[in-house]
C-alpha cells in the first residue's frame, strides 16, 4: 500500500484537481505505483517546481525520494493509467501506460493545469509482456534533452525528477531502474483518440474531444463545426512544432501515433537525438530500420498521424460521410503549406533576414545542399555566420560556400537594415549548445557508474542554449570521429 504524505510534505503547494478520473471509464485504470526497494533522489529540477509553485526545496532527500517515487503520494494524488492505442511504425496496437502513471493534475497558482506522471512506476494492466519498469540511462536522457528543448522555446513535456529505485532491470544486460516525474499540459495523445475509436465507441470519442477542445482549445469550443475546428487547431500546432525541430535539427526518432501530444508539446524522448553533422537522411534509432523517421521525414509522418486522428473525428465532423471525408481531407492538406510558413519563418531569422523575398528558398536550400555535401555541423555553421567576414574555417573557403555567402551578404544590404540587426537576430535564433549525442551518452554511462558530475555539467550547459560563455566552450564541439554515436535505443 502506498502511504500518503505527512503534514510537511503534503504542504508543498500541491493543488490537484485530476478531471481526467471524471471521463468514462474506459479511459484509465486506478491503481498504485509498485512500490521499490530503496529510492533514491538522483535530481530534482527546483526551477521548474518553482514554476508549479511548488516549494521542493523544503524537502529533504529521503522525502524527495519517497515522494517522487510514488512511494509515499500527496494526499489528493489519484494515480491511474491512460488507455490509448498507437499506430508504431504504421502498425495499429491497442496500448495504454504501461509503465507510467499519472498521479493527478496540478493547478499551479497562475491557474494552469498540469500533468504530473511518474514514468517507470512498475506494471499496469497495459504492460503487455513488459516489466513495468524503466532504466536510469534513458530517464535521464529524457530529462536532459527534454530540459534543452524547453530551454530553446520548443514545446515540451517538462522533467521535474529523477529517482532511482534501487532495484536492477534485465535490458541486455543489468540496469539501474529509475523513475522519471514527467510535467505535461496533457498526456493525451492521437492515440487517445484511436483507442475510443478501436472501441468503436463515437460517444466516447465525442466526450474526449469535448474534453480535450475545453483543456487545450477552448477557443475553439464555440465553432460553426467544432470537431473540424478541433483538428485544424491541431494539425496548426504540429506544423509549428516540427518546424521548430527541423530548425534546431531535433530527431525525435519514434513518431508513432500515440507519442504525438494533441497539446502540442513533444512527448516521449526516446531515441531522440539532436544531428551533429548535416545529413537530412540521419536516423539515430536503432529500431528505425527503414529510416520511417528520419529528420527529413519528419513533417510528412506529421501529416500522416494527423490523418489517423482525423479519422477518428470524422463521425462528429459530419453525419454523412462523404461530407466528413471531404472536410477532413482539406483540413489535413494545409499540413504542408503551415509547416513550409513556420519553417521559412524560423530559416530566416536564422538567417538574419527580417523581410520576404520569393528567392529565400532558394538561398536557404543552397545552404543545406552544401551542408549535406560537405557534411558540415549544422548547429555550429548557423553560428559561424554570424560574423561580418566570411568565417575563419577552413571549410567555408571553398568557391562553392563563397559564392553562397556573397549571395547571402548581397540579400542583407537589400533588407535596408543595419547589419547589426541581421547579427542579432541570428544570435537569438541559432543556439550555441545542443545535447550533442556523444556529450549525452557519456554523461549516462557515468551516471550509470554513479558519477552525475558529467550530467550536471551537461545540463547546466544544455539549459542556456544561447549562453556564449567560455565555460560552456567544450559542449559546442561536433564529435570526433571516434566519438560518433551512430544508433540511440528505447531503452524501453
Ligand atoms: P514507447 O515506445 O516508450 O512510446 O512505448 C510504447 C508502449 O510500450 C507504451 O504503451 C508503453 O507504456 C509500453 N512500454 C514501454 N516500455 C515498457 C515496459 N518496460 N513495461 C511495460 N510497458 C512498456
Ligand atoms: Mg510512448
Redesign the pocket.
Known sequence: MNAKLNAATSDLGWHFDNSYTRLPDFLFVTLNPVPVRAPQLIVLNHKLAGLLGLETKKLSKTEAAMLFSGSKLPDAAQPIAQAYA?HQFGHFTMLGDGRALLIGEHITPAGKRFDVQLKGSGQTKFSRRGDGRAALGPMLREYIISEAMSALGIPTTRSLAVVTTGEAIMRETLLPGAILTRVAASHIRVGTFEYAAGLGNTEGIKTLADYTISRHYPDLFDSDNRYLAFLQGVIERQASLIAKWMLVGFIHG?M?T??MAISGET??Y?PCAFMDAYDNNTVFSSIDYHGRYRFRNQPHIAQWNLARLAETLLPLIDAKSDKAIGLAEQAINTFPELFQKHWLTGMRRKLGLFTEEAADVQLIEDLLAWMQKHRADYTNSFRALISPTLPADELFHGAEFVAWFTNWKARLVRQSGLEESSLSIMQANNPVIIPRNHRVEAALAAATHNDYSLFHQLLAAVTNPFDNAPKYHQFTTPPLPSECVHQTFCGT
Do not use: A, Q, R, S
Request: hydrophobic letters at 25%; charged letters at 25%.
Open positions: 498507437g519514434v508513432n500515440d507519442n512527448i516521449d526516446g
